[in-house]
Nanobody, 125 residues
C-alpha cells in the first residue's frame, strides 16, 4: 500500500509559478515510477509528467515542456512538479500517482496503482 498526499496548489496569475509536492508513505523504498496527471472540469484526465524510480529519467508532455519540471527526492519520499509561466489552460486538479509495476514513467493512467486526492491549480488571466 502506498498513500499519496499532494500539496502546493492554489490561485496564481498567468505567468506565475507554483510547486506541487506529492509525499508518499506506507511502503518501504521508492522503487516505483511516479507521475503527475491533471483533470479540468468536463475533460478527461491527462498525463502531464512522469519520473522513473531513480529520478534519472523524466518526461513531460508537449503542452508543458519547457515550463514544468518533474523531479523526486527519494530520501524524502517526495515527488515535485515545478510549474513556471503558468497559463489559464493549466487550470485543473492535479493528481500524483505511483506505479508499483513499472520502474520508468508510463503515460497511461491505467498503469498506476495508487493515486492522491488531488490539489487544485487555478490560473487567472
Amino acid at each position: 500500500q502506498v498513500q499519496l498526499v499532494e500539496s502546493g496548489g492554489g490561485l496564481v496569475q498567468a505567468g506565475g509559478s507554483l510547486r506541487l509536492s506529492c509525499v508518499a508513505s506506507g511502503r518501504a523504498g521508492s522503487n516505483y515510477a511516479m507521475g503527475w496527471f491533471r483533470q479540468a472540469p468536463g475533460k478527461e484526465r491527462d498525463f502531464v509528467a512522469g519520473v522513473s524510480w531513480t529520478g534519472g529519467n523524466t518526461y513531460s508532455t508537449d503542452s508543458v515542456k519547457g515550463r514544468f519540471l518533474v523531479f523526486r527526492d527519494n530520501a524524502k519520499n517526495t515527488m515535485y512538479l515545478q510549474m513556471n509561466d503558468l497559463k489559464p489552460e493549466d487550470t485543473a486538479k492535479y493528481y500524483c500517482a505511483a506505479s508499483l509495476t513499472y520502474r520508468d514513467y508510463v503515460p497511461e493512467g491505467s498503469k498506476y496503482d495508487y493515486w492522491g486526492q488531488g490539489t487544485q491549480v487555478t490560473v487567472s488571466s
